[in-house]
């Protein structure tokens, strides 16, 4: 068998030859930030659980890609692929990098863009958009995740104000953030969830930052405590009533996430490809190994598949085509081979891949979060399964 130049596990499938020329250079922008930047510290910030959130949302601005898939307001108005594509690098980096930008630019940008007047889309979104203000959305409660439906937070109208009551949970970049986007119930006429623009300093907001998480510790997550917290009319988003608003802003990250889990795959599957060339075992490299290669041609054809399922739902997206159960579909799949991904690689690194001299076990921990946050993979089964039976089992 003469020798062949080895491919990357993308390589092998062509995927580039699916990409745009316009969307490959941002998405090309956006790897060289990730590798050249953040990649050297990522284990630092790791370790020591923190991430410099502020001075990341003013690099990330600069480079175009917080809001980028929305139009105006100082938003690069690029193609869904391409947002795609940008949380797929970001996430090659790090989960907690991806979930910054996420968070900013689908569901604290997004909300204030789509369901926002005239006057909170001037105030917020060029400031957020250029990372001067973060953001972040407060929906999930202590005892409320899975089904937000059951939310306790309450928006009770005073005069003309409303005075705001709960806690929110999980909350990503919340004790950083300028401005929360929090979901709450109202006491108006049956009894809708709204949403509200809540800036950081108003009295009786405070967001106490959750720590010894074992993932994404490179990222800030926080609980937000409204205690009395009055706002004016002003604050509400106006075309936002029930609880189609906040779930239509988790859609729009959840597609991101099908890409982004992809790149903590692809991370994995190449820095394993590489030591598996360099790693000498018995005598001969571990990459000559047929068990070897037995998982790395399973591993690179989840991978593949995945991205080719992304393309296609970013392609979908773009032709403004793409439904929420399709993004079920994708999300799902995307997670959870990525986890598969990163554990399988893990073995191969053998004792090597339990430090954070290699990114492989940083990526599996924190897909167990990518695995639980923007719905559960069970919620995404039971979401594909309604729309395969007509049967909704999520009671
Ligand atoms: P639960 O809903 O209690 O689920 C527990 C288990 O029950 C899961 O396995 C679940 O799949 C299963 N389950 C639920 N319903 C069913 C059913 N019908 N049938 C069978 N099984 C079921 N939230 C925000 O609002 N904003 C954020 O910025 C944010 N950031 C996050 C960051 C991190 C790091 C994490 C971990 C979470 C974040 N979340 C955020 C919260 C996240 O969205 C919730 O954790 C998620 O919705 C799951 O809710 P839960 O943790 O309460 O789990």
């Known amino acids: 068998v003469p020798p062949v130049t080895p491919q990357t596990p993308l390589g092998l499938f062509g995927t580039e030859a699916l990409i745009g020329e316009e969307d490959r250079a941002i998405r090309d922008t956006v790897r060289q930030y990730v590798e050249e930047k953040v990649k050297p510290q990522l284990a630092d910030w790791y370790e020591t659980g923190s991430l410099p959130v502020r001075e990341l949302a003013k690099e990330l601005g600069s480079l175009g890609v917080l809001g980028m898939h929305l139009d105006g307001y100082g938003c690069a108005g690029t193609t869904a692929t391409a947002y795609g594509l940008a949380c797929m690098e970001l996430e090659a980096g790090d989960s907690g990098l991806r979930s910054l930008v996420s968070v900013q630019g689908s569901l604290a940008m997004f909300a204030i863009w789509k369901y926002g007047s005239e006057e909170q889309k001037q105030q917020w979104l060029p400031s957020m958009a250029a990372?001067?203000?973060?953001?972040?959305?407060?929906?999930?409660?202590?005892?409320?995740?899975?089904?937000?439906?059951?939310?306790?937070?309450?928006?009770?109208?005073?005069?003309?104000?409303?005075?705001?009551?709960?806690?929110?949970?999980?909350?990503?970049?919340?004790?950083?953030?300028?401005?929360?986007?929090?979901?709450?119930?109202?006491?108006?006429?049956?009894?809708?969830?709204?949403?509200?623009?809540?800036?950081?300093?108003?009295?009786?907001?405070?967001?106490?930052?959750?720590?010894?998480?074992?993932?994404?510790?490179?990222?800030?997550?926080?609980?937000?405590v409204?205690?009395?917290?009055?706002?004016?009319?002003?604050?509400?988003?106006?075309?936002?009533?029930?609880?189609?608003?906040?779930?239509?802003?988790?859609?729009?990250?959840?597609?991101?996430?099908?890409?982004?889990?992809?790149?903590?795959?692809?991370?994995?599957?190449?820095?394993?490809?590489?030591?598996?060339?360099?790693?000498?075992?018995?005598?001969?490299?571990?990459?000559?190994?047929?068990?070897?290669?037995?998982k790395l041609?399973?591993?690179?054809?989840?991978?593949?598949?995945?991205?080719?399922?992304?393309?296609?739902?970013?392609?979908?997206?773009?032709?403004?085509?793409l439904r929420p159960e399709q993004v079920s579909l994708g999300k799902l799949n995307s997670v959870r081979e990525a986890i598969a991904i990163a554990r399988e690689c893990r073995t191969m690194l053998g004792a090597a891949g339990i430090t954070l001299e290699y990114p492989v076990m940083r990526h599996a921990n924190n897909l167990e979060s990518v695995l639980t946050y923007e719905g559960t993979s069970e919620v995404h089964q039971l979401v594909i399964g309604q729309a395969l039976t007509g049967e909704a089992a999520f009671r």
Request: with cysteine; glycine share 12%; charged share 20%.
């Open 131 to 224: 990372g001067d203000a973060i953001g972040c959305f407060g929906l999930t409660e202590p005892d409320f995740g899975s089904n937000p439906a059951g939310m306790r937070t309450r928006a009770v109208r005073d005069g003309s104000d409303w005075v705001l009551d709960g806690t929110k949970m999980w909350i990503t970049n919340g004790s950083v953030a300028d401005v929360a986007v929090v979901w709450a119930r109202t006491d108006d006429p049956g009894n809708k969830v709204r949403g509200f623009v809540v800036p950081a300093g108003t009295p009786g907001f405070s967001a106490p930052e959750i720590k010894k998480k074992m993932s994404l510790r490179a990222s800030v997550t926080s609980e937000l």
């Open 226 to 294: 409204l205690d009395g917290v009055r706002l004016p009319e002003s604050a509400v988003l106006p075309d936002a009533v029930g609880l189609s608003g906040p779930l239509s802003c988790l859609n729009e990250a959840r597609y991101g996430i099908v890409f982004g889990a992809l790149g903590a795959a692809r991370d994995c599957l190449e820095t394993t490809l590489e030591y598996a060339r360099q790693r000498e075992i018995f005598d001969k490299p571990l990459a000559a190994y047929q068990l070897s290669q037995a």
């Open 297 to 321: 041609a399973d591993m690179s054809l989840e991978l593949g598949k995945g991205m080719l399922l992304a393309l296609h739902l970013g392609s979908l997206k773009d032709a403004g085509s």
